[in-house]
């Protein structure tokens, strides 16, 4: 993101746009509150400070924020504000097939029976299928070292949107 474009910013306008970024209000506060910033590498190390500082329930927050690892339907719906984003994040799910769909729709649902939260991986750049193999990698994962490696992801996607 740039910096001037963030500084010149209504706190409202700010706000909308860094919520794009990360949908944790405690993360948009206290991006928020470290403005103005000198560059766009200090956003993004602001970024980085900010994410050390979030708690499980800010986690969560984020989380929410986005659609089921192929979900298309509910992206476009829910998601409004953040489906070109999400759609773009996701474009290796456009060319899975209908087997690779059914094993990430049941692998999101018994995901989210284990940890109470939806799944989140970086999805940019990764097909459908290596997705899929990441979700059923992570499954056996004990709860805290789960939510430690999805806020990790979460980092990674918060920062791909920083840098658009």
Not at 46 to 55: G, K, Q, W
Not at 60 to 82: E, N, Q, S, V, W
Not at 141 to 161: F, W
């Amino acid at each position: 993101m740039n910096a001037n474009d963030l500084n010149a910013m209504t706190s409202e306008d700010a706000r909308n746009a860094l919520t794009r970024c990360c949908g944790s209000a405690r993360w948009v506060d206290l991006m928020l509150a470290r403005r103005p910033f000198a560059s766009s590498a200090e956003v993004l190390a602001a970024a980085d400070a900010v994410d050390a500082a979030l708690t499980r329930d800010d986690w969560l927050a984020a989380f929410a924020a986005h659609p089921r690892i192929g979900d298309i339907d509910t992206l476009k719906k829910k998601f409004a504000t953040t489906a070109a984003l999400c759609e773009g994040e996701q474009a290796g799910v456009a060319a899975a097939n209908d087997d690779t769909l059914r094993q990430l729709a049941k692998g999101n649902t018994d995901y989210e029976a284990r940890f109470g939260h939806i799944f989140i991986v970086c999805a940019t750049g990764k097909s459908a299928d290596e997705m899929l193999a990441i979700l059923q990698a992570r499954l056996p994962n004990d709860p805290e070292t789960e939510l430690r490696i999805a806020a990790g992801e979460q980092a990674k996607i918060t920062r791909i949107r920083l840098e658009k």
